[in-house]
T-cell receptor, first 114, second 116 residues
Framework: DAKTTQPNSMESNEEEPVHLPCNHS???????IHWYRQLPSQGPEYVIH???SNVNNRMASLAIAEDRKSSTLILHRATLRDAAVYYC???????????????FGQGTILTVHP | DTAVSQTPKYLVTQMGNDKSIKCEQN?????MYWYKQDSKKFLKIMFS???????INETVPNRFSPKSPDKAHLNLHINSLELGDSAVYFC???????????????FGQGTRLTVV
């Protein structure tokens, strides 16, 4: 998988927006940018993914830089339940006789203060 | 219904024992995975199966033997357990990806294995 760089930790206050950055300068033209999060004592859960255009879903928004070398996960109003480790991943795809793989890095620990 | 379910949730056992962790997914996916999360919280892929066939083996010791009786199940059997096997094991599933990964993976809640 292409390498991603995220801050080790970030803090936010409840009900404020949170912008989680991710750098991926070696991204290839076909790499999708994925975000997963892991709540305490839970398995990872999918948050959002995108290729070039900004994406929105009920959980978050994904803003992708024009050159695609960085992206930002936006939580519009953080809640205490959003406290988790957030992973920015560029999974390797498969095709032909090879198969894709989802590789997790260190992630960003998000702390949300009441 | 839980999409990806693992049993048991907790497992405490002695060194040298053999144990199994079961995983089932009801999403109709054709690819399933086992991940290990150690005490430092790094999540590492161990195995991947597609339609009951092993497709990824990340140089895991051969004491670990995954078995897929059908594409909805992927069990993990561990022989001769060692202290270093203590970790949280996560099962996951997804549809097989093409040349690009444009799908989401679903993870189970994890099995916390403690070897004493």
């Amino acid at each position: 998988d292409a390498k991603t760089t995220q801050p080790n930790s970030m803090e936010s206050n409840e009900e404020e927006p949170v912008h989680l950055p991710c750098n991926h300068s070696t991204i290839s033209g076909t790499d999708y940018i994925h975000w997963y999060r892991q709540l305490p004592s839970q398995g990872p859960e999918y948050v959002i993914h995108g290729l070039t255009s900004n994406v929105n879903n009920r959980m978050a928004s994904l803003a992708i830089a024009e050159d695609r070398k960085s992206s930002t996960l936006i939580l519009h109003r953080a809640t205490l339940r959003d406290a988790a480790v957030y992973y920015c991943i560029l999974p390797r795809g498969g095709g032909g006789t090879s198969y894709g793989k989802l590789t997790f890095g260190q992630g960003t620990i998000l702390t949300v203060h009441p | 219904d839980t999409a990806v379910s693992q049993t048991p949730k907790y497992l405490v056992t002695q060194m040298g024992n053999d144990k199994s962790i079961k995983c089932e997914q009801n999403l109709g996916h054709d690819t399933m995975y086992w991940y290990k999360q150690d005490s430092k919280k790094f999540l590492k892929i161990m195995f991947s199966y597609n339609n009951k066939e092993l497709i990824i083996n990340e140089t895991v010791p051969n004491r670990f033997s995954p078995k897929s009786p059908d594409k909805a199940h992927l069990n993990l059997h561990i022989n001769s357990l060692e202290l270093g096997d203590s970790a949280v094991y996560f099962c996951a599933s997804s549809q097989r990806t093409g040349y690009v990964w444009d799908t989401e993976a679903f993870f189970g809640q994890g099995t916390r294995l403690t070897v004493v």
